[in-house]
Nanobody
């Protein structure tokens, strides 16, 4: 069974930085990308960033210019470097993986696998 394991969450003061990591416990068939979502108390889960296996990245408006997503060469680990953190970045951050139904695609628009989440708390 595929498991996505996140690490790197924690508490930081506003303006600080954190790096999140997410590793898949086993191979994901037809994986086409990975991403990060977050959910703050009382809010819906929102997409923060994603990276396709070909390296194409996306960022939410709130993440642009502050967060950087990357992946290792094996494309089994995804990283999210978060700089200039704000109190509104406080949330549980979830790693996600996207897959295709076949080797020819297309890549799913919504994640097929989720991590357990890691808490990020930014204090003023």
């Amino acid at each position: 069974q595929v498991q996505l394991v996140e690490s790197g969450g924690g508490s930081v003061q506003a303006g600080g930085s954190l790096q999140l990591s997410c590793t898949s416990s086993s191979s994901i068939f037809f994986k086409c990308g990975m991403g990060w979502f977050r959910q703050a108390p009382g809010s819906e889960r929102e997409k923060v960033s994603s990276i396709a296996d070909n390296g194409t990245t996306t960022y939410s408006d709130s993440a642009k210019g502050r967060f950087t997503i990357s992946q290792d060469n094996a494309k089994t680990t995804v990283f999210l470097v978060m700089n200039s953190l704000k109190t509104e970045d406080t949330a549980v951050y979830y790693c996600a993986a996207y897959t295709m139904r076949s080797p020819w695609g297309p890549c799913s628009a919504t994640p097929n696998y989720w991590g357990q989440g890691t808490q990020v708390t930014v204090s003023s």
